[in-house]
């Protein structure tokens, strides 16, 4: 079945400084890639999303990138605020059902 | 749109009492998740229905655990007896369609099991 490996597990910044972080799969087949904010005490939510038609997609300050040949993935957010501090989650599914999560980030950006 | 509604949203129960979780979905969506999250093994999918029907539930830790959604708008996620490495965040998630739409979690529920 599917494996997401996420590093690094906590990443700490200065506010205005870029962030990244890093996923691999290991199903060829997985075409969905979601990331995911969690404050701490909420629930999971959507911050991006890509599939496996495009290699790059933004939204503001955040992007995410797919290599499929290498099956990794990456999230990036550039000019980092407090409020980017949370928990970020990366997945991996065929289609959207079954995801697979990874282990998590925690980001922590100092003002 | 409410979202996804899970009740409740705290509880508290000693090892061996029954404990049953709730969730609606979103309107209209096909799909229902049930999650868990724990420090130690991160958010973890336990079963999944499309269209009330149970897809995959390799993920039920065992047998004490089971789930039923009796209808397009309800789930269950029963555990009996339950033991304190129950204690974790029950997510609930649900989905429109598999090609273009994504997962929406509910507010999840914090069970501590003493």
């Known amino acids: 079945g599917e494996n997401v490996e996420q590093h690094p597990s906590t990443l700490s910044v200065q506010e205005g400084d870029s962030a990244v972080i890093k996923c691999t799969y290991s199903d060829s087949a997985s075409n969905y890639f979601p990331w995911y904010k969690q404050e701490l005490g909420k629930r999971p939510q959507l911050i991006i999303d890509i599939r496996s038609n495009v290699g790059e997609k933004k939204d503001q300050r955040i992007a995410v990138t797919l290599n499929k040949t290498a099956k990794h993935f990456s999230l990036h957010i550039t000019e980092t605020q407090p409020e980017d501090s949370a928990v970020y989650f990366c997945?991996?599914?065929?289609?959207?059902?079954?995801?697979?999560f990874g282990t998590g980030t925690r980001l922590q950006v100092f003002p | 749109d409410a979202g996804v509604i899970q009740s409740p949203r705290h509880e508290v129960t000693e090892m061996g009492q029954e404990v049953t979780l709730r969730c609606k979905p979103i309107?209209?969506?096909?799909?229902l998740f049930w999650y868990r999250q724990t420090m130690m093994r991160g958010l973890e999918l336990l079963i999944y229905?499309?269209?009330?029907?149970?897809?995959?539930d390799s993920g039920m830790p065992e047998d004490r655990f089971s789930a039923k959604m009796p209808n397009a708008s309800f789930s269950t996620l029963k555990i009996q007896p339950s033991e304190p490495r129950d204690s974790a965040v029950y997510f609930c998630a649900s989905l429109a369609g598999t090609t273009t739409d994504t997962q929406y979690f509910g507010p999840g529920t914090r069970l501590t099991v003493l």
């Open positions: 229905f499309n269209n009330n029907v149970p897809i995959d």
């Open positions: 997945a991996a599914s065929y289609n959207t059902d079954k995801l697979i």
């Open positions: 309107s209209g969506h096909d799909y």
